[in-house]
Protein backbone atom coordinates (compact mmCIF):
# COMPACT_ATOMS: atom_id res chain seq x y z
CA UNK A 1 0.00 0.00 0.00
CA UNK A 2 2.98 2.20 0.63
CA UNK A 3 4.61 1.87 -2.49
CA UNK A 4 1.16 3.10 -4.39
CA UNK A 5 0.85 5.89 -2.58
CA UNK A 6 4.46 6.72 -3.63
CA UNK A 7 3.33 6.54 -7.34
CA UNK A 8 -0.29 8.27 -7.03
CA UNK A 9 1.22 11.68 -7.91
CA UNK A 10 2.32 10.31 -11.58
CA UNK A 11 -0.42 7.87 -11.58
CA UNK A 12 -3.50 10.39 -11.62
CA UNK A 13 -2.21 12.28 -14.44
CA UNK A 14 -1.87 9.62 -16.40
CA UNK A 15 -5.21 8.13 -15.77
CA UNK A 16 -6.68 11.08 -16.33
CA UNK A 17 -5.03 11.81 -19.82
CA UNK A 18 -6.72 8.39 -20.82
CA UNK A 19 -9.30 9.07 -19.98
CA UNK A 20 -9.55 12.04 -21.63
CA UNK A 21 -7.71 10.73 -24.84
CA UNK A 22 -10.31 7.68 -24.95
CA UNK A 23 -13.21 10.43 -24.31
CA UNK A 24 -12.09 12.49 -27.41
CA UNK A 25 -11.71 9.57 -29.49
CA UNK A 26 -15.11 8.18 -28.91
CA UNK A 27 -16.61 11.70 -29.97
CA UNK A 28 -14.44 11.70 -32.80
CA UNK A 29 -15.94 8.65 -34.23
CA UNK A 30 -19.28 9.11 -33.15
CA UNK A 31 -19.45 12.60 -35.45
CA UNK A 32 -17.32 11.53 -38.37
CA UNK A 33 -18.74 9.06 -41.19
CA UNK A 34 -15.82 8.40 -43.23
CA UNK A 35 -12.96 6.11 -42.14
CA UNK A 36 -9.50 5.32 -43.76
CA UNK A 37 -9.56 1.24 -42.93
CA UNK A 38 -12.73 -0.43 -40.92
CA UNK A 39 -16.04 1.46 -39.69
CA UNK A 40 -17.72 2.62 -36.97
CA UNK A 41 -18.60 -0.05 -35.20
CA UNK A 42 -15.03 -1.34 -35.59
CA UNK A 43 -13.24 1.46 -34.39
CA UNK A 44 -15.34 1.72 -31.29
CA UNK A 45 -14.85 -1.68 -30.15
CA UNK A 46 -11.09 -1.61 -30.86
CA UNK A 47 -11.03 2.14 -28.71
CA UNK A 48 -13.17 0.15 -26.11
CA UNK A 49 -11.21 -2.81 -25.72
CA UNK A 50 -7.85 -1.29 -26.17
CA UNK A 51 -8.75 1.56 -24.22
CA UNK A 52 -5.23 1.94 -22.24
CA UNK A 53 -3.59 5.27 -24.97
CA UNK A 54 -3.71 1.60 -27.74
CA UNK A 55 -6.93 1.55 -28.76
CA UNK A 56 -7.08 5.75 -29.60
CA UNK A 57 -3.70 5.84 -30.68
CA UNK A 58 -4.39 3.09 -33.47
CA UNK A 59 -7.24 5.13 -34.55
CA UNK A 60 -5.88 8.27 -35.24
CA UNK A 61 -3.20 6.67 -36.87
CA UNK A 62 -4.94 4.34 -38.99
CA UNK A 63 -8.72 5.02 -38.92
CA UNK A 64 -9.11 8.48 -39.09
CA UNK A 65 -9.93 10.55 -42.33
CA UNK A 66 -7.68 13.30 -43.83
CA UNK A 67 -10.27 16.10 -43.42
Known amino acids: MEQLMEFLPFLIPLVIAEF ?7 HHILTHNNYKRGNRTLWLAVT ?6 VGPILYFLL ?5
Do not use: R
Open 20 to 26: GLLAYTI
Open 48 to 53: IVLMNF
Open 63 to 67: GKEEE
